[in-house]
């Protein structure tokens, strides 16, 4: 019998979606991993935002520790109308605040009611795409040992929101970290990673479930339109320091 073909979710970031067999498996969680400065939140809010001009899929940006206001100022200097995909109800950003005034124990039943109210923003606008930025902030909240479990029932409630999800993490400036605790790339179904050696930045795709992704490493740019990555180009892993 012959198999049915994974349909797949175009980012619509430039050089990503022919390195991962046209898009993202629909339905399905990727970790976006990197150090400060990488280009984490560009890239899961360009996702969203392409999501929403070129695709009309609406999307859902959750942020852990920005102010909803940062976030939309950190965004200006790029050719995004972000107000104006706001008005037409193709993107929604809202502040999940797991931590405030809860003690530690008390974060899971804190988490579960925030998963609550990111499920009726995903209703409030019909959202196709999800990010949550970002996971590790979302791990300092919870006591230590505690966070793969949390972290596990935490996606596993994602997919029943119908959305393809991009969760971001930090990791150290190693390039062998792919996160922050050292569980999320083995709980989401793909891992992206970035990497800023200055001046150069790159990027590799470690995982993608039920993907014949490319191996190799890849040069990207920050530019007035996001991301834009050089699928043509290979940049030697010895070289990423």
């Given at each position: 019998?012959?198999?049915?073909?994974?349909?797949?979710?175009?980012?619509?970031?430039?050089?990503?979606?022919e390195?991962?067999?046209?898009?993202?498996?629909?339905?399905?969680?990727?970790?976006?991993?990197?150090?400060?400065?990488?280009?984490?939140?560009?890239?899961?809010?360009?996702?969203?935002?392409?999501?929403?001009?070129?695709?009309?899929?609406?999307?859902?940006?959750?942020?852990?520790?920005?102010?909803v206001?940062?976030?939309?100022?950190?965004?200006?200097?790029?050719?995004?109308?972000?107000?104006?995909?706001?008005?037409?109800?193709?993107?929604?950003?809202?502040?999940?605040?797991?931590?405030?005034?809860?003690?530690?124990?008390?974060?899971?039943?804190?988490?579960e009611?925030?998963?609550?109210?990111?499920?009726?923003?995903?209703?409030?606008?019909?959202?196709?795409?999800?990010?949550?930025d970002?996971?590790?902030?979302?791990?300092?909240?919870?006591?230590?040992?505690?966070?793969?479990?949390?972290?596990?029932?935490?996606?596993?409630?994602?997919?029943?929101?119908?959305?393809?999800?991009?969760?971001?993490?930090?990791?150290?400036?190693?390039?062998?970290?792919?996160?922050?605790?050292?569980?999320?790339?083995?709980?989401?179904?793909?891992?992206?990673?970035?990497?800023?050696?200055?001046?150069?930045r790159?990027?590799?795709?470690?995982?993608?479930?039920?993907?014949?992704?490319?191996?190799n490493?890849?040069?990207?740019?920050?530019?007035?339109?996001?991301i834009?990555?050089?699928?043509?180009?290979?940049?030697?892993?010895?070289?990423?320091?």
């Amino acid at each position: 019998m012959e198999l049915k073909a994974l349909e797949r979710v175009k980012t619509g970031i430039k050089g990503l979606d022919e390195l991962i067999e046209g898009g993202i498996p629909r339905g399905s969680s990727v970790l976006v991993a990197g150090s400060s400065g990488t280009g984490k939140s560009i890239m899961s809010m360009q996702y969203l935002y392409n999501g929403a001009k070129q695709f009309q899929e609406p999307g859902v940006f959750v942020t852990v520790e920005s102010n909803v206001h940062t976030i939309s100022w950190d965004l200006e200097s790029f050719n995004w109308d972000i107000k104006a995909m706001q008005e037409d109800k193709l993107m929604l950003i809202y502040r999940i605040k797991p931590s405030d005034n809860v003690q530690k124990k008390f974060v899971v039943e804190k988490i579960e009611s925030e998963l609550n109210a990111i499920e009726e923003k995903v209703k409030e606008i019909g959202a196709k795409r999800l990010v949550i930025d970002s996971t590790t902030a979302l791990g300092t909240c919870v006591a230590p040992g505690n966070f793969r479990s949390l972290l596990f029932r935490f996606i596993d409630r994602l997919k029943d929101f119908d959305c393809t999800t991009m969760l971001t993490t930090e990791t150290k400036n190693i390039k062998t970290s792919f996160s922050a605790f050292g569980v999320e790339e083995f709980l989401a179904d793909g891992v992206v990673v970035l990497y800023f050696t200055p001046p150069h930045r790159s990027m590799f795709v470690r995982k993608m479930r039920g993907t014949d992704h490319d191996k190799n490493v890849h040069p990207f740019e920050i530019t007035t339109n996001g991301i834009e990555i050089r699928p043509k180009e290979q940049i030697l892993w010895e070289a990423i320091k």
